[in-house]
């Protein structure tokens, strides 16, 4: 089992920036990916950014640019910094992780944290 703990949400003005980290306990994984999703009232969840096991990063076209993702391997957090957010960024940001072991498949998910973005 792994444990996913969101934190750092919150209101900001639009222009402003917030980070959000995800704390991650329990079981490890060679391979890996990490993702901040997010999901704003009435739309589909969406995959924002990833992180591989191998360090390589994307991002949905709407936050590039705006949006870093990065990982503390030693702290076994990942982080997202969002700066110059719109008001359409407001959503629920859940961190995600998919594994991979002895040919089993994982996934697990925080329990979400709030963004809004509004003047």
């Known amino acids: 089992q792994v444990q996913l703990v969101e934190s750092g949400g919150g209101l900001v003005q639009p222009g402003g920036s917030l980070r959000l980290s995800c704390a991650a306990s329990g079981n490890s994984f060679s391979f890996y990916v990490m993702g901040w999703y997010r999901q704003a009232p009435g739309k589909e969840r969406e995959l924002v950014a990833s992180?591989?096991?191998?360090?390589?990063?994307a991002y949905v076209d709407s936050v590039k640019g705006r949006f870093t993702m990065s990982r503390d391997n030693t702290k076994n957090t990942v982080s997202l910094q969002m700066n110059s957010l719109k008001p359409e960024d407001t959503a629920v940001y859940y961190c995600n992780l998919q594994g991979w072991r002895a040919g089993n498949a994982y996934d697990f998910w925080g329990q979400g944290t709030q963004v809004a973005v509004s003047s």
């Open positions: 992180i591989t096991s191998g360090g390589s990063t």
